[in-house]
């Protein structure tokens, strides 16, 4: 049954991914470096896999994802679809371990981030103008998913327990 609880923590949640958003489109997509433009809002989908039931988790990464697809003018599906990837593989994973510890979460994420660079790379092999693909290509997407995984704790500890369940 949906309380007022929960609405309230439905409403943090917007806020909270409305938020990462702007700093997303705002401060880390104008980074210098293509390494350190992570993707904060798939650090966001692992953490609403962690806290809600795998239906809503999928909705919501679909709908995440459109809005990200949709504002970044490029590759339409590509963060639809590691997004969906995410939940799944974080919905698997509850099953094996307790994913409240941080480390577990730190791996979790690479595991996510190593998937979407992965999508991103058969993006740009299927991409004419990208070019050709180089090592420094395939290096900078596995230090991106390090870096994704170094933040993961601070972006994922922000919604523990954002439903108000104990």
Known sequence: MVTLRHFIGLCKVMMYAMGLLLVQIHFVSRLPYESLRIDLLLLLTVALAVEIPFVVGVTL?????FVVDVCS????GLH???YV??????SKMLLRFELQNPLYQ???TACCGLI?????????WLDQQSGVLT???VASLVVRSVV??????IVIHSLVGVWGEN
């Open 148 to 153: 994704m995984m170094v933040v993961a704790p």
């Open 85 to 90: 990837i995410a939940v799944v593989v974080v």
């Open 61 to 65: 990464a679909i709908l995440l994802g």
């Open 73 to 76: 003018g490029r590759f339409w």
């Open 135 to 137: 090592y420094t290509m």
């Open 116 to 124: 979407q660079g992965a999508l991103l790379l058969v993006f740009f």
């Open 106 to 108: 730190m791996a979790v």
């Open 80 to 82: 639809v679809v590691s």
